[in-house]
């Protein structure tokens, strides 16, 4: 399996503060699926931003789909960008734009023609079971409805990496499980898939998942088997 | 490309802030318009003076014996109308004369003793061959004064360059006062639009993609906002003109918008909305430009 | 025990959709704690909202501190917020304020004397742990110490009653366990508490709560105890 | 109260469409200030010219007979003199009398034939006196005519109070324009603080605690872009009244401002300030007013 992120000896600072994280070195292998936990203002919002090239590290070395992602030309990022399906904390729906709209964002972003647009945004309706709010606009709905079509907007594209920065806070179990199942089916057809959440009782639900745990800035890994991915699978 | 179609429109909301810049461009349009109409009229007016003066020449004979003159006058106009550079010569109108002195030397002026002199009225085809014409009528009549317009009317004529040069003053001041509105709009429309525009960025949207679509919101915007203003303007210089012909003030009347100045002012919210497109589109892409 | 909420066959309708609430009958008592639970959309912040006071029912009636709150004059209004805190479901901090000014802001309305703010303002960051962040602005503070400041603005006045939509969403399992404390001193010192949450783990956490669960816009109580607190507690 | 304290001033931030609107309050408060200039300065050119004209008239001998009209002038002259109504009467020096005669009859006219007539400016107290002195006139010297500077300048007078007229619906049209764009200001201020506005409200504060707030906001807003557009708008002032000084241009020159329009100048942006913030009060209650 290839290495689809290599963070090295990353760094992140905001403005003139200390470091936000610090040393990060680890690899995470494409198709595989990983949790990220740590206590609240670890650093994980951090690290995804990283990630989804919301941000730039301070110090270091990103590689992103082979590619080094810190010098990577802007005109290259929106194409990157699409590559991956992000999940934000906040959610970051259109106000003004109804569900269905809010999900087909990414696909007419891609330039997809407007009627193979329907099916798969109705499918995804469905699949996060907002069918009777297809038109509701985000104000009009739940804190768990608005994180369901935060959901479905990110997974749509079916994305070679899912980044979902706590995607099941604002959800009841049952309809979490639901959705962690959504991600391990977009798991299994290829999509490497970072989850970071407090839910501890999720990290059951997949038994190959990994485990990140962000402490202090700094990404704990015992094991090793982050920063050696592939020594670590030869090993088990 | 994602600007280009329909569901695409309801991206950029179409909030209440919106809609108050574009009631401020109808304002600043109407404001633009009807400064540009007093700025092209009072110039109309003043090359309308200028190529009334420049080509005219009276010729005045005062002469006491009425005999005298008249002759004078008659050999004076025969001697102009075969001339090249002559397009006409004529006595003025007695009565008509007679008229016009009257507020300045009163009635009493005219049937009493003062010697009343006759005059010609000469329009030349150019205005350089005044000279000449000059010499030829101190030729025949000595005692002839040669007044060229532009010499009698310069006061009027030095007062209306005045009121043009304020004109255009105006019309100067209101169009950069509405440039920077525009572009004042362009850049509060960014900042209202701010979220959306953050969304589409992380959602892989290029640059070009997010102007485009802003430019257009900016565009439809102004082009609205302005034509209406527009609009407003050209029926208020409407009415305007309409009171103007009702009152039959002289000066003013003569101050009129041909098809050519019509034109202009219809232009005016087209070029605003390319400048507000521009402007917004700049802003977008200096703005994204800033960020990763 | 004094009942300080009484719901009586109250339903609330957005706009001219279904009812979103129906036949709600209930009574809350004067210093208890209680859970409320229920799938996402059921109805949990809509409920809160009309004890809030955001929102006014379609039908029913409302008894808020003894006193009809249906048909209450606006003017009257304020003075009863005032005796409600309220943690929202999506923060609603103001962005360009700091977190300490944030957390001063009910303080602020309510008119206390500028110096008689910082004491206790600092003293609430250093409960929700964020007393190195007190100059920071909500857009620079993670989710989870987002939070943290909306829970720390809703107790800072020692409302009569706390109202929390899913405060602990976004913080990791400790902190959860240590806001449940804050909320449960504020109970002993005769606050009435009621939380909407998902996190069934919580509940556990204060064995004297009531529980409360929503379905569908209707509120379960096949006790009877939610309609009739004080016979139930004869009868315990 | 909360709008009283220091913390409470960041409450309502200090955003970049805010910062757009006090450049577009700045922009139309520079052209009101201009336009009310043009106004105020017109308006005090017509008053001038009425109060010039009204009270005088001048007498006008025509007599061939140099010696028959210089008693005909001494005898008026001394008998206006002393009456109570006349203010002033003297000959008009007849040098400046050539001189002002030059462009009309040319200097060939002056020292021809022509019988150069006297005349004799009368100053009154009250216009009303005219037709008295003109009857005392014609009893010393029966050729004589009067003219009222009124008649005379009639059509000068009406051209200026056209003038004054347009320049007084500029004014009327500027300062709607300024007074809809601070409304739409207001409003569109309460949009960008919609959020902070709803949790105020729902954190207790009452309806007029908020409206403190804003309307506090947009006056800040207002005065601040509104001096700077006054400032520079008398900046401009005061050096197109140089240049006019510098050419001076005989008809405009008389238009000048005098303190009170100055004073009515600074007062302008006070004006649009309390206008806006009363907008902006009524804008916030009625917004909460709507809502629970
Ligand atoms: N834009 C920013 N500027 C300054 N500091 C920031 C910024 N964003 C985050 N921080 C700080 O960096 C630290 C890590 O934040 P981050 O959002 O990564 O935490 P997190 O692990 O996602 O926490 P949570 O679980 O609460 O969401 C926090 O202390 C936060 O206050
Ligand atoms: N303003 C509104 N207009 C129309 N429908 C609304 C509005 N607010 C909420 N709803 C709908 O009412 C239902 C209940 O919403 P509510 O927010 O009360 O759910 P909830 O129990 O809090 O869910 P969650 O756990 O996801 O926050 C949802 O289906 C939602 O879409
Ligand atoms: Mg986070
Ligand atoms: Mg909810």
Redesign the pocket.
């Given at each position: 399996m290839a290495n689809i992120v290599q963070f090295e000896n990353v760094g992140l600072r905001?403005?003139t503060?200390p470091e936000?994280l610090s040393d990060l070195s680890f690899t995470l292998r494409a198709g595989a699926f990983y949790f990220m936990t740590?206590t609240?203002?670890?650093?994980?919002?951090?690290l995804l931003k990283l990630l989804y090239l919301a941000q730039r590290p301070s110090r270091g070395v990103i590689r992103l789909f082979g590619e080094d992602a810190v010098t990577l030309p802007r005109s290259r990022l929106p194409g990157f960008r699409r590559r991956i399906g992000v999940v934000f904390?906040d959610f970051r729906l259109v106000p003004h734009l109804s569900a269905f709209d809010n999900i087909a964002l990414p696909l007419r972003v891609a330039g997809m023609p407007e009627d193979e647009i329907d099916e798969p945004v109705r499918e995804m309706l469905a699949w996060v079971g907002l069918k009777d709010r297809t038109n509701a606009r985000p104000p009009t709905l739940s804190g768990g409805e608005q994180q369901r079509i935060a959901i479905a907007r990110a997974v749509i594209t079916r994305p070679e990496i899912l980044v979902a920065d706590?995607p099941t806070g604002n959800v009841d179990p049952d309809m979490a499980e639901r959705l962690l199942h959504l991600f391990d089916s977009l798991n299994r057809l290829g999509t490497t898939v970072v989850v970071a959440t407090?839910d501890l009782h999720l990290l059951s639900r997949i038994p190959d998942a990994q485990m990140m745990r962000?402490e202090g800035g700094r990404l704990l890994d015992p094991t090793g088997s982050l920063r050696n991915p592939h020594g670590a699978e030869a090993a088990a | 490309m994602i600007a280009a179609r329909a569901p695409d429109r309801r991206l950029l909301d179409d909030g209440r802030a919106t809609r108050a810049m574009r009631w401020i461009m109808a304002i600043m349009l109407f404001l633009t318009v009807l400064a540009a109409a007093l700025g092209l009229a009072t110039w109309a007016a003043t090359r309308a003076l200028d190529s009334d003066l420049a080509g005219r020449l009276t010729v005045q004979i005062v002469e006491g014996d009425a005999a005298v003159r008249d002759r004078s006058v008659a050999a004076i106009i025969a001697a102009l109308r075969p001339r090249p550079e002559v397009r006409a010569a004529a006595e003025v109108d007695r009565a008509r004369l007679a008229q016009l002195l009257e507020p300045w030397l009163g009635e009493a002026g005219l049937d009493a003793d003062l010697p009343m002199p006759a005059m010609i009225d000469v329009d030349l085809t150019t205005p350089a061959a005044a000279a000449a014409i000059e010499r030829l009528v101190r030729g025949i009549a000595p005692q002839a004064r040669i007044d060229a317009h532009a010499q009698w009317l310069a006061p009027v004529r030095g007062f209306i360059a005045t009121l043009a040069l304020l004109a255009g003053g105006l019309v100067v001041l209101v169009a950069s006062a509405t440039t920077l509105v525009v572009l004042l709009a362009a850049r509060s429309g960014l900042d209202t639009h701010r979220d959306t525009i953050e969304v589409l960025h992380m959602l892989g949207s290029t640059d070009v993609q997010v102007a485009r679509l802003f430019q257009r919101r900016i565009a439809i915007d102004t082009l609205l906002g302005g034509a209406v203003g527009t609009l407003l303007a050209v029926a208020f210089l409407i009415f305007i003109g309409s009171q103007i012909d009702r009152l039959g003030a002289e000066i003013v009347g003569g101050v009129t918008l041909r098809p050519a100045d019509w034109a202009i002012l219809a232009m005016m919210p087209l070029g605003f909305t390319l400048m507000a497109t521009i402007a917004a589109r700049m802003t977008v892409l200096g703005a994204l430009g800033r960020r990763l």
């Amino acid at each position: 399996m290839a290495n689809i992120v290599q963070f090295e000896n990353v760094g992140l600072r905001y403005g003139t503060g200390p470091e936000t994280l610090s040393d990060l070195s680890f690899t995470l292998r494409a198709g595989a699926f990983y949790f990220m936990t740590g206590t609240s203002g670890a650093g994980k919002t951090s690290l995804l931003k990283l990630l989804y090239l919301a941000q730039r590290p301070s110090r270091g070395v990103i590689r992103l789909f082979g590619e080094d992602a810190v010098t990577l030309p802007r005109s290259r990022l929106p194409g990157f960008r699409r590559r991956i399906g992000v999940v934000f904390q906040d959610f970051r729906l259109v106000p003004h734009l109804s569900a269905f709209d809010n999900i087909a964002l990414p696909l007419r972003v891609a330039g997809m023609p407007e009627d193979e647009i329907d099916e798969p945004v109705r499918e995804m309706l469905a699949w996060v079971g907002l069918k009777d709010r297809t038109n509701a606009r985000p104000p009009t709905l739940s804190g768990g409805e608005q994180q369901r079509i935060a959901i479905a907007r990110a997974v749509i594209t079916r994305p070679e990496i899912l980044v979902a920065d706590e995607p099941t806070g604002n959800v009841d179990p049952d309809m979490a499980e639901r959705l962690l199942h959504l991600f391990d089916s977009l798991n299994r057809l290829g999509t490497t898939v970072v989850v970071a959440t407090h839910d501890l009782h999720l990290l059951s639900r997949i038994p190959d998942a990994q485990m990140m745990r962000i402490e202090g800035g700094r990404l704990l890994d015992p094991t090793g088997s982050l920063r050696n991915p592939h020594g670590a699978e030869a090993a088990a | 490309m994602i600007a280009a179609r329909a569901p695409d429109r309801r991206l950029l909301d179409d909030g209440r802030a919106t809609r108050a810049m574009r009631w401020i461009m109808a304002i600043m349009l109407f404001l633009t318009v009807l400064a540009a109409a007093l700025g092209l009229a009072t110039w109309a007016a003043t090359r309308a003076l200028d190529s009334d003066l420049a080509g005219r020449l009276t010729v005045q004979i005062v002469e006491g014996d009425a005999a005298v003159r008249d002759r004078s006058v008659a050999a004076i106009i025969a001697a102009l109308r075969p001339r090249p550079e002559v397009r006409a010569a004529a006595e003025v109108d007695r009565a008509r004369l007679a008229q016009l002195l009257e507020p300045w030397l009163g009635e009493a002026g005219l049937d009493a003793d003062l010697p009343m002199p006759a005059m010609i009225d000469v329009d030349l085809t150019t205005p350089a061959a005044a000279a000449a014409i000059e010499r030829l009528v101190r030729g025949i009549a000595p005692q002839a004064r040669i007044d060229a317009h532009a010499q009698w009317l310069a006061p009027v004529r030095g007062f209306i360059a005045t009121l043009a040069l304020l004109a255009g003053g105006l019309v100067v001041l209101v169009a950069s006062a509405t440039t920077l509105v525009v572009l004042l709009a362009a850049r509060s429309g960014l900042d209202t639009h701010r979220d959306t525009i953050e969304v589409l960025h992380m959602l892989g949207s290029t640059d070009v993609q997010v102007a485009r679509l802003f430019q257009r919101r900016i565009a439809i915007d102004t082009l609205l906002g302005g034509a209406v203003g527009t609009l407003l303007a050209v029926a208020f210089l409407i009415f305007i003109g309409s009171q103007i012909d009702r009152l039959g003030a002289e000066i003013v009347g003569g101050v009129t918008l041909r098809p050519a100045d019509w034109a202009i002012l219809a232009m005016m919210p087209l070029g605003f909305t390319l400048m507000a497109t521009i402007a917004a589109r700049m802003t977008v892409l200096g703005a994204l430009g800033r960020r990763l």
